[in-house]
């Protein structure tokens, strides 16, 4: 039977196990929308297209499944890519549906006509647009296999209005085979069995464990994996929550913002294991200063990758699970008793950092935004599901909220773009029903979205927003305090909407804290609540985030408190 180019897509979507959309109308992709409706495809109109595209990575990453979004051509396909390359940069599954006026206009200058497929060329894994309805079956098939497989990230179908109309057999593809992408997921045994040679010679090991191992779900191997070499263990930011904070071979967050044990690790260790990472310029800070003693083990997934930014003693190309999984099953046949003693110096000096130089800050009468942290970590048994806008918030949520569980911690990492969180939680709370999600946002950065609040009342999504008001844009200050003689050029934000009854304005419901007594009942008030509540904290104007890395310093180089 024949079916219409918007029906192809739906049957398409469905047999790829879509159950929700993110997305916003436009007159592009009007045929789209009146076939989702016959469907029991749930569809979350948002308020802005940005929040679409983040409200599916943080279904994505809330889920482990692929996020999709679907927006019209021209300006609903531009407002889409902030949030396609913050997808690209932390390697996000999903797949983003933009409408394009019809075949025989492209290229003449048509009304809300843009060329969405070279604009988002350098920040999706692969794009299509589509020309045949034939193709469309078809091209659903490999977008959604792309976005998962390998590297996971976003892809992106363009989809001219006139082919929704046009009808052919519906005849989808039985596998997907594309010759030129065939990622490698089981790594070479010869380059293991140098591995645990290497470990085994090892006196000072780290790991450092980055998204990869969440998003290969290797978290439990990589604990059975430290475990058995017994080695400390650092992550980067997208690595919070892949390896337990409660053991004493947690070495905390590795990098710019990262502790003073992590970051002197890496320049005494003699064997760094980096596994799903990409050493970006904020874990390394200056490159050659960095693990300068150390023979460096890469395990990634993504070849190019490798020895992008730091030489490699021994590459690992493979799945991270799997490659833990192999790795572990060869050490099961070696005996590890000898290497505890010649490690004994590395773990006392380990201790030594640790207990000297821990990540601290100074109580007073105002609200330390660390402190709500601490709270809320606390209340919440570490058990919320939580995202962050960018900034100061952001990283005091990686130092001070402990991740335990892979999954739970969802941020801009790469891109760092604000307005992320709360569209984010948005698309987590979606996906995961039964969680607490919390947005720990600053004062800058909700504003970015903040329209998205009518999102979440509207479905009665009851995620939870923190801001922590400095009245700044407090990232920025701080650098302008250290290093710019306190110059603060244009980052005071002394005029803000009151956040209280804006809440109110959008259905919700808004708290206020302003003492540090009034922290914990405020917190306990706004959690309790079944509905979209946001919780505002008046904290210290120029708090800083310590340890900091000056940006192109060694990373041993931090400033403290
Ligand atoms: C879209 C976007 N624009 C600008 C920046 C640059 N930037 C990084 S942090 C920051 C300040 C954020 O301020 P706020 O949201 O109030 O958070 P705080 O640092 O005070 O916690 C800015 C402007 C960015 N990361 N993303």
């Given at each position: 039977?024949?079916?219409?180019g918007?029906k192809?897509?739906?049957?398409?979507?469905?047999?790829?196990?879509?159950?929700?959309?993110?997305g916003?109308?436009g007159?592009?992709?009007?045929?789209?929308?009146h076939e989702?409706?016959?469907?029991?495809?749930?569809h979350?109109?948002?308020?802005?297209?940005?929040?679409?595209v983040?409200a599916a990575?943080?279904?994505?990453?809330a889920?482990g499944?692929v996020?999709?979004?679907?927006?019209?051509?021209g300006p609903g396909?531009?407002n889409t890519?902030s949030?396609?390359a913050?997808?690209y940069?932390?390697?996000?599954?999903?797949?983003v549906?933009?409408?394009?006026?019809?075949?025989?206009?492209i290229?003449?200058?048509?009304?809300?006509?843009?060329?969405?497929?070279?604009?988002?060329?350098p920040?999706t894994?692969?794009?299509?647009?589509?020309t045949?309805?034939?193709?469309?079956?078809?091209?659903?098939?490999?977008?959604?296999?792309?976005?998962?497989?390998?590297?996971?990230g976003?892809v992106?179908?363009?989809?001219?209005k006139?082919?929704?109309?046009?009808?052919?057999e519906?005849r989808?593809?039985?596998?997907?085979n594309?010759?030129s992408y065939?990622p490698?997921?089981?790594?070479?045994?010869k380059?293991l069995?140098?591995?645990?040679?290497?470990?085994?010679?090892?006196?000072?090991?780290?790991?450092?464990?980055?998204?990869g191992?969440?998003?290969?779900?290797?978290?439990?191997?990589?604990?059975?994996?430290?475990?058995?070499i017994?080695s400390?263990v650092?992550?980067?930011?997208?690595?919070?929550?892949a390896?337990?904070?409660?053991?004493?071979?947690?070495l905390?967050?590795?990098?710019?913002?990262?502790?003073?044990?992590?970051?002197?690790?890496?320049?005494?260790?003699d064997?760094?294991?980096?596994?799903g990472v990409r050493f970006?310029d904020?874990?390394?800070?200056?490159?050659d200063?960095?693990?300068?003693?150390?023979?460096?083990?890469h395990?990634?997934?993504?070849?190019t990758?490798i020895?992008?930014n730091?030489?490699?003693t021994?590459?690992?190309?493979g799945?991270?699970?799997?490659?833990?999984?192999?790795l572990?099953e060869?050490l099961?046949?070696?005996?590890?008793s000898?290497?505890q003693?010649?490690?004994?110096?590395?773990i006392?000096?380990?201790?030594e950092?640790k207990?000297t130089?821990?990540l601290?800050?100074?109580?007073?009468?105002?609200?330390?935004?660390?402190?709500v942290i601490e709270?809320l970590?606390?209340?919440?048994?570490?058990?919320?599901l939580v995202?962050?806008e960018?900034?100061q918030?952001q990283m005091?949520?990686?130092?001070y909220?402990?991740?335990d569980?892979p999954?739970?911690f969802?941020t801009s990492?790469?891109?760092g773009?604000m307005?992320?969180?709360?569209?984010?939680?948005?698309?987590?709370?979606?996906a995961?029903?039964?969680?607490?999600?919390?947005d720990?946002?600053g004062?800058?950065?909700?504003?970015?979205?903040?329209q998205?609040?009518?999102?979440?009342v509207?479905?009665?999504l009851p995620v939870k927003?923190?801001?922590?008001?400095n009245q700044y844009?407090?990232m920025?200050?701080?650098?302008?305090?250290l290093f710019?003689?306190?110059?603060?050029?244009c980052?005071?934000m002394?005029?803000?909407?009151?956040?209280?009854?804006l809440?109110?304005a959008?259905?919700a419901?808004?708290?206020?804290?302003t003492?540090?007594e009034?922290v914990?009942e405020?917190?306990?008030q706004?959690?309790a609540?079944p509905?979209t509540?946001?919780?505002?904290?008046?904290?210290?104007?120029e708090?800083?985030?310590?340890?900091m890395?000056?940006?192109?310093?060694?990373?041993t180089d931090?400033?403290?408190?």
């Amino acid at each position: 039977m024949k079916l219409t180019g918007a029906k192809i897509l739906m049957q398409s979507l469905k047999e790829e196990g879509v159950d929700t959309i993110f997305g916003y109308p436009g007159g592009a992709v009007i045929d789209i929308y009146h076939e989702l409706v016959q469907t029991d495809i749930r569809h979350i109109l948002v308020r802005h297209e940005q929040g679409a595209v983040h409200a599916a990575d943080g279904y994505a990453r809330a889920s482990g499944r692929v996020g999709v979004c679907l927006v019209t051509s021209g300006p609903g396909a531009t407002n889409t890519v902030s949030g396609i390359a913050s997808a690209y940069f932390d390697s996000i599954p999903i797949v983003v549906l933009t409408g394009q006026v019809p075949t025989q206009l492209i290229g003449n200058d048509a009304f809300q006509e843009v060329d969405i497929v070279g604009i988002t060329r350098p920040c999706t894994k692969h794009n299509y647009l589509v020309t045949r309805v034939e193709d469309l079956a078809r091209v659903v098939r490999e977008a959604f296999h792309i976005a998962k497989s390998g590297r996971p990230g976003p892809v992106l179908i363009d989809l001219p209005k006139d082919l929704m109309s046009k009808k052919c057999e519906y005849r989808p593809p039985k596998d997907v085979n594309l010759k030129s992408y065939q990622p490698t997921y089981r790594p070479n045994t010869k380059q293991l069995h140098k591995v645990v040679k290497l470990i085994k010679e090892a006196k000072r090991p780290m790991i450092v464990a980055g998204g990869g191992v969440v998003l290969s779900k290797g978290s439990e191997e990589l604990r059975k994996f430290a475990e058995k070499i017994q080695s400390p263990v650092s992550t980067t930011l997208m690595g919070l929550g892949a390896f337990p904070t409660q053991t004493p071979l947690w070495l905390g967050m590795i990098g710019m913002h990262g502790t003073y044990r992590a970051n002197m690790s890496t320049a005494a260790c003699d064997l760094m294991i980096a596994i799903g990472v990409r050493f970006s310029d904020r874990v390394t800070g200056k490159t050659d200063a960095f693990a300068h003693q150390a023979k460096i083990v890469h395990i990634d997934i993504d070849p190019t990758s490798i020895r992008k930014n730091i030489p490699v003693t021994i590459p690992v190309v493979g799945d991270c699970r799997q490659t833990l999984q192999m790795l572990n099953e060869l050490l099961e046949k070696e005996d590890f008793s000898g290497v505890q003693k010649p490690r004994t110096a590395w773990i006392n000096q380990i201790e030594e950092w640790k207990s000297t130089k821990r990540l601290a800050y100074t109580q007073s009468d105002t609200i330390k935004p660390q402190f709500v942290i601490e709270k809320l970590y606390e209340l919440t048994a570490g058990k919320a599901l939580v995202t962050t806008e960018v900034g100061q918030n952001q990283m005091w949520t990686a130092q001070y909220y402990h991740f335990d569980q892979p999954n739970s911690f969802i941020t801009s990492g790469g891109l760092g773009c604000m307005g992320f969180g709360l569209p984010a939680a948005i698309g987590a709370q979606v996906a995961r029903p039964d969680k607490l999600v919390v947005d720990i946002a600053g004062d800058g950065s909700i504003q970015m979205n903040i329209q998205e609040m009518a999102t979440a009342v509207q479905y009665g999504l009851p995620v939870k927003i923190i801001i922590l008001n400095n009245q700044y844009l407090g990232m920025v200050r701080q650098w302008q305090e250290l290093f710019y003689n306190r110059c603060y050029a244009c980052t005071g934000m002394e005029h803000a909407p009151d956040f209280v009854k804006l809440a109110e304005a959008y259905g919700a419901v808004g708290l206020r804290a302003t003492k540090p007594e009034e922290v914990e009942e405020t917190l306990k008030q706004g959690l309790a609540l079944p509905r979209t509540v946001i919780m505002e904290f008046v904290v210290e104007r120029e708090e800083k985030v310590y340890p900091m890395v000056p940006a192109g310093a060694p990373i041993t180089d931090m400033l403290l408190v």
